[in-house]
């Protein structure tokens, strides 16, 4: 089955960047959608952002849309997740994430996670 392998992520001072990597393995033959959540201590799993496999369609929570860009290597079954300007509240572990849901934000659509990365903003 699909295997979702996650690098990148570490601290850095606010308003830095920072680039987060998906790739994933076993065969992505029904993925339909990748996409990337955080979860912050005493917080909810909340969106960040998403991709078709196939097709240049992007969803991104309003929280980061204009700092984060999310992409796709189809070649390489990867995902990146480029972070700018990062603030104190992006502080979270990130996880990246595939599927075959309709609805990008929601994480029902996701089958399969990665072990997900810590990230730390510190401002």
């Known amino acids: 089955q699909v295997q979702l392998v996650q690098s990148g992520g570490g601290a850095v001072q606010a308003g830095g960047s920072l680039r987060l990597s998906c790739a994933a393995s076993?065969?992505?033959?029904?993925?339909?959608?990748m996409g990337w959540f955080r979860q912050a201590p005493g917080k909810e799993r909340e969106f960040v952002a998403a991709i078709r496999w196939s097709g240049s369609i992007t969803y991104y929570a309003d929280s980061v849309k204009g700092r984060f860009t999310i992409s796709r290597d189809n070649a390489k079954n990867a995902m990146y997740l480029q972070m700018s300007d990062l603030k104190s509240d992006d502080t979270a572990v990130y996880y990246c994430?595939?599927?075959?849901?309709?609805?990008?934000?929601?994480?029902?659509?996701?089958?399969?996670w990665g072990q997900g990365t810590q990230v730390t903003v510190s401002s």
């Open positions: 076993g065969g992505t033959f029904n993925m339909y959608v």
């Open positions: 994430a595939a599927g075959r849901g309709v609805v990008p934000s929601y994480g029902t659509s996701y089958a399969y």
